[in-house]
């Protein structure tokens, strides 16, 4: 059993690194102390923000996305895993695992928009671990659709239409599927989180040590005023370029920032906070009772199909990969990637919506891109 709790510790850990959402909520008014606080430039910053999500569609993200769920049919969604449309010609040896950050507030992990879309691929063989970023705007097939949508709706139709049938994890096995038809994968199973789990884990380590640019810095302030996640009352964030020392919400928000630069860079934040979470906690020594009480931390906000036998296979192989000496040595311990790749897509407006879209030609070379990553070639269906 004490193996058992390690291995899961390590496989809660990098799902929950994956929860990062960002909505806009009501608006308030900027003039407070952390405001009053700021320099010219930052100021003037916040005014600019402040002016660009003014004049942002009052219509959000799951209210575009609703306008379209009467193309989904309730029969679309079935319960049989041979209905994933997995990809059988994917190599065995590599395990990959859909993480699914939902946009949900309470402790809901069966519903929401799933902003954040990532695979998590473990080689059995090396124990070498992979993790890929889909942008949530990009617009795939989804299964039971007479057309396209945004990616991170699966998730959410697939609850409604589950909801409507009496399907278990409707919304998980249809973000699977969608996965799997638009990217040639095999996947089957998957974990869902929301933001809470990670700032409690954050916050149960002391918070974390992370490098910002004065940009981000200024940002995570704006927005724990804008979209207040939690009642404490905090000290802001120095606005300022280099290393700061955040607690869990800090941390949560740094890594759903959204509006400073473009959804690329956003999940570099994703990827670089869920390597910093990883480090602090293997390179810190924490003893077993440690990690277990992160573990009991965690596993309220999680959710996921994986049976205990794969989770000894994955984190045996992690941890003989030596994971553990490479944070020793302070190394990257995952290599990342993100689709669509720079210059292999194009921003169109698509019954409304503005999404990320691959042309025929660019998505193939995604494709292959995504397969030489995780594979060392291309499998393609």
């Known amino acids: 059993m004490t193996l058992f709790k390690r291995i899961w510790c390590i496989i809660v850990i990098l799902a929950l690194a994956a ?23 930052s ?19 799951e209210e575009q996305a609703l306008l379209h769920l009467d193309r989904l049919p309730d029969a679309s969604v079935d319960i049989d895993p041979s209905e ?61 659709y007479t057309q396209g949508n945004r990616i991170n709706t699966a998730f959410r139709f697939g609850a409604i239409a589950g909801e409507k049938n009496n399907v ?30 990670l700032a409690a884990i954050i916050d149960s380590l002391g918070g ?22 939690d009642k404490v009352k ?14 869990g919400m800090q941390a949560v928000t740094f890594a759903r920032i959204r509006g ?13 906070l869920m390597e910093v979470v990883l480090n602090h906690v293997l390179h810190n020594g924490l003893t077993l009772d440690g990690m277990v009480s992160l573990m009991e931390t965690a596993l309220p906000y999680i959710y996921t199909n994986i049976p205990p036998a794969m989770l000894f296979e994955l984190g045996y192989a992690a941890l003989s990969s030596g994971l553990l000496t490479r944070a020793s ?29 691959m042309s025929d030609r660019n998505k193939r070379l995604n494709l292959e891109s995504l397969h030489q990553f995780i594979y060392g070639q291309a499998y393609l269906r």
């Open 329 to 357: 040595h302070g190394e990257t311990l995952f290599s990342q990637f993100r689709i669509p790749m720079d210059k292999g897509f194009t921003y169109q407006n698509i019954d409304g919506m503005s999404v990320i879209f």
């Open 43 to 61: 100021r003037e910053q916040w005014d600019q923000w402040e002016a660009e999500e003014t004049a942002w569609n009052s219509m959000d993200d």
């Open 234 to 247: 905090r000290s802001p964030v120095e606005g300022r370029a280099g290393m700061h020392h955040l607690d």
């Open 168 to 197: 278990a994890d409707a919304g998980p096995k249809l973000a699977m599927r969608t996965v799997n038809r638009n990217f040639d994968m095999n996947i089957e199973h998957f974990v869902t989180v929301n933001i809470f789990g």
């Open 84 to 144: 994933l449309e997995t990809n059988d010609k994917l190599p065995t040896d590599t395990v990959n695992i859909l993480l699914l950050g939902l946009d949900s507030r309470k402790d809901v992990l069966n519903n929401g928009l799933s902003d954040v879309v990532m695979i998590l691929s473990f080689n059995k063989t090396d124990g070498s671990i992979k993790l890929t970023s889909i942008l949530r705007d990009t617009y795939v097939s989804l299964p039971g």
């Open 19 to 41: 929860s990062f959402t960002l909505a806009e909520e009501e608006e308030f008014s900027l003039k407070d102390i952390i405001y009053a606080s700021l320099d010219d430039e």
């Open 208 to 229: 974390i040590d992370i490098e910002l640019t004065k940009a981000e810095a200024n940002r995570i302030n704006y927005e724990l005023r804008k979209e207040p996640m």
């Open 260 to 272: 400073i630069d473009n959804d690329m860079a956003r999940t570099e934040r994703q990827r670089k």
